[in-house]
């Protein structure tokens, strides 16, 4: 069973960066992909970014695309959400989340049965 907890949330200016980070415990960390998501109030969860087993290999929604960098520390179970550019529009809780192990990333939600509490992400005009 695998354990996620975020961090590096918080109210940013819109231009800003703001790094997030995603820890897990329990289980192999480098057996799972994982995978960035978002949640608006009133807006259903929508994929932000996710990176491959080993790191080798990332997606992103186009909304991220150029301003976002997923990237992963298998030494440090860690993995990370990079964000440049901000806008108000990023405004949402962020969520990690991890494949069943040795499973690809994927942009659905339901193909991620582990689920992090989610950090809040506030970007003001």
């Known amino acids: 069973q695998v354990q996620l907890v975020e961090s590096g949330g918080g109210l940013v200016q819109a231009g800003g960066s703001l790094r997030l980070s995603c820890a897990a415990s329990?289980?192999?960390?480098?057996?799972?992909?994982m995978g960035w998501f978002r949640q608006a109030p009133g807006k259903e969860r929508e994929f932000v970014a996710a990176?491959?087993?080993?790191?080798?290999?990332?997606d992103y929604a186009d909304s991220g695309k150029g301003r976002f960098t997923c990237s992963r520390d298998n030494a440090k179970n860690t993995v990370f959400l990079q964000m440049n550019s901000l806008n108000p529009e990023d405004t949402a809780v962020y969520y990690c989340?991890?494949?069943?192990?040795?499973?690809?990333?994927?942009?659905?939600?339901?193909?991620?049965?582990?689920w992090g509490q989610g950090t809040q992400v506030t970007v003001s005009s």
């Open positions: 989340a991890a494949s069943a192990p040795y499973y690809g990333f994927s942009t659905a939600p339901h193909l991620y049965p582990y």
């Open positions: 329990g289980g192999t960390f480098s057996s799972h992909a």
């Open positions: 990176i491959s087993r080993r790191g080798g290999s990332t």
